[in-house]
């Protein structure tokens, strides 16, 4: 019974030490056939992959598909990749998220529309506003609508700015990790987050303006050159 | 200045401290119109993509799929190595055979 209880509390304590093992360890046991490693990999990078994936191609359904292959692509890889030449196995991922979202554009044959209907207006208002008297802007920024442009600000941002930005926000990098993947100082980094942090608004504010327009009465082309219905 | 600041504040939202942006505003009011759209937009971002979670049973669906294609990838290393390591003796013992003719 001791030695049952014993053996359960190696196994959980090993499985536990596992779950805090770098990836580099992990890439190397999954390399020797642990498929435990590579459960503790899945678990560390399927959602951020999915998240990348869902920016690039704003469906939920195809983000899975392509979070799922990018792993499938890591395991049939994994022979190749031990010994991880970095710390974080993400980069590597990332990079295939990123071919994989221009392979199912590729296969579209065109660009496609976030589907949900993105009310970049509020969130304009928001990055706009000095004075405040209306709701918060966390408020603001939690609505669906407003998070389906700011999906779609991001999927137009300039390539070096989108990186740095996906890969802190999402892969959570620090900035020196950032700078060594693109090859920048921490101060580069800085400033390229801070663009694109400029950018993000001067890209939700050109999805806001038809809208603008279409309110007051005016006609006028929307950011995809597709002419607006007037309301009155 | 508004670069630190804004580094400074992503750092919390990563670290799950969601600080009121109001606070850093009325820290900095001679600052405000330059951070408001630095720090709404770092907000946006982090909220977005904090709220896009994959679906449990999609995740485990892929997870199960990559455990399948590890055993794959390992049987087929193993199949090489067996038919290399044949392979290697064929050819250990023709040598040795050529070598004794």
Same mark, same amino acid.
């Given at each position: 019974?001791?030695?049952?209880?014993?053996?359960?509390?190696?196994?959980?304590?090993?499985?536990?030490?596992?779950?805090?093992?770098?990836?580099?360890?992990?890439?190397?046991?999954?390399?020797?056939?642990?498929?435990?490693?590579?459960?503790?990999?899945?678990?560390?990078?399927?959602?951020?992959?999915?998240?990348?994936?869902?920016?690039?191609?704003?469906?939920?359904?195809?983000?899975?598909?392509?979070?799922?292959?990018?792993?499938?692509? /890591?395991?049939?890889?994994?022979?190749?990749?031990?010994?991880?030449?970095s710390a974080s196995l993400y980069p590597?991922?990332?990079?295939?998220?990123?071919?994989?979202?221009?392979?199912?554009?590729?296969?579209?044959?065109?660009?496609?529309?976030?589907?949900?209907?993105p009310d970049s207006g509020d969130l304009?208002?928001?990055?706009?506003?000095?004075?405040?008297?209306?709701?918060?802007?966390?408020?603001?920024?939690?609505?669906?609508?407003?998070?389906?442009?700011?999906?779609?600000a991001l999927a137009a941002l300039p390539?070096?700015?989108?990186?740095?930005?996906?890969?802190?926000?999402?892969?959570?990098?620090?900035?020196?990790?950032?700078?060594?993947?693109?090859?920048?100082?921490?101060?580069?980094?800085?400033?390229?987050?801070?663009?694109?942090?400029?950018?993000?608004?001067?890209?939700?504010?050109?999805?806001?303006?038809?809208?603008?327009?279409?309110?007051?009465?005016?006609?006028?082309?929307?950011?995809?050159?597709?002419?607006?219905?007037?309301?009155? | 200045?508004?670069?630190?600041?804004?580094?400074?504040?992503?750092?919390?939202?990563?670290?799950?401290?969601?600080?009121?942006?109001?606070?850093?505003?009325?820290?900095?009011?001679?600052?405000?119109?330059?951070?408001?759209?630095?720090?709404?937009?770092?907000?946006?971002?982090?909220?977005?993509?904090?709220?896009?979670?994959?679906?449990?049973?999609?995740?485990?669906?892929?997870?199960?799929?990559?455990?399948?294609?590890?055993?794959?990838?390992? /049987?087929?290393?193993?199949?090489?190595?067996?038919?290399?390591?044949?392979?290697?003796?064929?050819?250990?013992?023709?040598?040795?055979?050529?070598?004794?003719?």
């Amino acid at each position: 019974m001791v030695e049952t209880l014993l053996f359960i509390q190696a196994l959980l304590t090993g499985r536990a030490s596992l779950a805090q093992a770098s990836d580099r360890e992990l890439v190397a046991r999954t390399a020797r056939g642990d498929g435990a490693a590579l459960e503790i990999l899945h678990k560390r990078y399927y959602a951020k992959l999915y998240k990348l994936a869902l920016v690039k191609v704003g469906n939920e359904d195809d983000a899975h598909d392509i979070a799922s292959e990018a792993f499938l692509r /890591a395991v049939q890889n994994v022979l190749k990749l031990d010994p991880l030449s970095s710390a974080s196995l993400y980069p590597w991922l990332h990079t295939v998220v990123q071919n994989l979202a221009v392979d199912h554009y590729r296969r579209m044959g065109q660009v496609e529309a976030v589907s949900d209907t993105p009310d970049s207006g509020d969130l304009l208002s928001v990055f706009e506003r000095i004075e405040d008297p209306g709701p918060l802007p966390e408020d603001i920024v939690a609505r669906k609508q407003v998070q389906a442009a700011v999906r779609q600000a991001l999927a137009a941002l300039p390539e070096i700015q989108a990186q740095a930005v996906f890969y802190r926000f999402i892969g959570e990098m620090s900035l020196a990790e950032i700078g060594e993947q693109l090859g920048k100082s921490e101060g580069a980094v800085k400033s390229l987050l801070h663009r694109g942090m400029l950018h993000l608004r001067g890209r939700v504010r050109e999805m806001a303006e038809p809208r603008r327009r279409t309110t007051k009465g005016d006609t006028g082309k929307d950011v995809h050159g597709d002419t607006l219905t007037v309301r009155r | 200045m508004s670069t630190e600041i804004l580094s400074q504040y992503v750092d919390e939202l990563l670290a799950g401290r969601e600080r009121p942006l109001q606070e850093y505003l009325l820290k900095h009011p001679d600052k405000r119109e330059e951070l408001l759209p630095l720090l709404v937009g770092a907000l946006a971002v982090h909220r977005t993509l904090r709220g896009a979670e994959p679906k449990a049973s999609r995740e485990e669906a892929s997870r199960r799929r990559a455990v399948e294609e590890l055993a794959k990838v390992m /049987a087929e290393r193993d199949d090489l190595t067996r038919k290399g390591a044949l392979t290697r003796l064929v050819e250990r013992l023709k040598r040795a055979l050529g070598g004794g003719g």
